[in-house]
């Protein structure tokens, strides 16, 4: 029975357990039978991974160019892990060509507003994912990072995140949450065994972000309308690796350099240059609907020009950005499905929306308005 499948069937098995028509024998035996394919997979995976033992093959620079430029000497590097990523994922940032943001026009909306939420000093960390397996717990079988609601977790509801407290100190109760980012340098995990850690092929001690700007932005060309309370956004895939690049929306860059981003590697920084995710959302919606049934069809990016498709209205866009001091030296990659293999086209980024009204409102007056806030 395939991983699919077998996530089908925990998904249902706990509906029925709610419902009182299963019990946790049922449960047990299919998280057992699930977390036996994800082992074989890993296993697989690994044994027909290449593994060299450092990143001096770097496309598109030397290890003498690294070493004397960029931060850290690739002939030290160790990839201890099986799944990837490979020394092909890795790219100096200054070979990225520069581009120009889109210049706002006449009408449009230049200001900003920003929660700030820190950057998840209290460790709120699990495996679940409520948008897409509400009710499945490790239905994400990667570790996400979380700012904002303190209680996301898979069994999370309107009615119980609107209760919460949040990480957010103007009262924002929205939730934020992507996978957490790993430096592979051979070193135990406290979750080396755990779900969501090492026993989904996560391996490596987590990197806490240095710093979280939870900001949205206004469009070049339109004003734009409030979104909806309890509005669900996934924006990049998960699955863009094996999928492909249909969805994918990573965008990977360095402090100083961020005219310059990444889509499909990670970035090799100067000396004292952070490592910079940053994950832009849709930022046009239906009219309608808080979520859809493959979560992207009541959302649309903006066209080239800045304009919503037909049919769709202009929201603020919500861009989160998040650094990391990477260790000089060290290889790294974002958590993922095992058969991912740790791409960095697969990064992606979740939002729920729980502003308060007036909050919301705020947000757009400032927007619309031109203001920082």
């Given at each position: 029975m395939g991983l699919a499948e077998l996530d089908a069937q925990v998904a249902r098995a706990y509906e029925r357990a709610a419902a009182?028509?299963?019990?946790?024998?049922?449960?047990?035996?299919l998280k057992q039978q699930r977390s036996a394919t994800i082992g074989r997979m890993a296993d697989a995976i690994g044994a027909a991974s290449t593994r060299p033992s450092d990143l001096t093959e770097l496309s598109g620079c030397s290890a003498r160019q690294v070493r004397t430029e960029a931060a850290g000497d690739v002939s030290t590097l160790k990839r201890p892990m099986p799944g990837g990523p490979a020394p092909a994922d890795?790219?100096?940032?200054?070979?990225?060509?520069?581009?120009?943001?889109?210049?706002?026009?006449?009408?449009?909306?230049?200001?900003?507003?920003?929660?700030?939420?820190g950057r998840n000093e209290n460790g709120h960390f699990n495996s679940d994912n409520v948008i897409v397996t509400p009710g499945v717990s490790n239905g994400a079988h990667h570790t996400h990072d979380y700012v904002g609601n303190l209680s996301t977790n898979a069994f999370s509801s309107n009615a119980s995140l609107?209760?919460?407290?949040?990480?957010?100190?103007?009262?924002?109760?929205?939730?934020?949450?992507?996978?957490?980012?790993?430096?592979?340098?051979?070193?135990?995990a406290p979750d080396a065994k755990a779900p969501g850690g090492g026993h989904d092929g996560n391996m490596g001690r987590i990197l806490r972000p240095s710093s979280v700007?939870?900001?949205f932005r206004g469009s070049p060309v339109s004003k734009v309308a409030a979104m909806p309370r309890f509005l669900r956004i996934i924006t990049g895939d998960a699955k863009a690796f094996t999928s492909g690049p249909g969805n994918a929306n990573a965008s990977w860059s360095c402090t100083g350099f961020e005219n310059r981003q990444l889509k499909d590697?990670?970035?090799?920084?100067?000396?004292?240059?952070?490592?910079?995710?940053?994950?832009?959302?849709?930022?046009?919606?239906?009219g309608r609907s808080t979520d859809s049934a493959n979560h992207r069809t009541h959302v649309a990016f903006a066209r080239a020009d800045g304009s919503c498709p037909r049919g769709f209205r202009a929201v603020p866009q919500l861009v989160q950005r998040l650094t990391y001091d990477v260790p000089a030296g060290a290889p790294f990659a974002v958590d993922s499905f095992p058969e991912q293999l740790h791409k960095?086209?697969?990064?992606?980024?979740?939002?729920?929306?729980?502003?308060?009204?007036?909050?919301?409102?705020?947000?757009?007056?400032?927007?619309?308005?031109?203001?920082?806030?």
């Open positions: 009182g028509g299963a019990g946790e024998g049922v449960l047990g035996e890795f790219a100096d940032i200054r070979t990225a060509p520069a581009k120009a943001a889109p210049a706002a026009r006449g009408g449009g909306s230049t200001g900003t507003f920003t929660s700030s939420c609107a209760a919460a407290g949040t990480t957010c100190t103007n009262g924002d109760l929205s939730t934020h949450y992507w996978p957490v980012l790993r430096v592979l340098d051979g070193k135990a700007t939870i900001q590697k990670y970035p090799i920084c100067p000396n004292g240059a952070k490592v910079v995710r940053t994950l832009a959302f849709q930022s046009c919606w239906d960095p086209v697969t990064d992606h980024g979740d939002f729920i929306n729980v502003m308060p009204d007036a909050l919301m409102a705020k947000a757009v007056s400032c927007v619309n308005g031109g203001s920082r806030c």
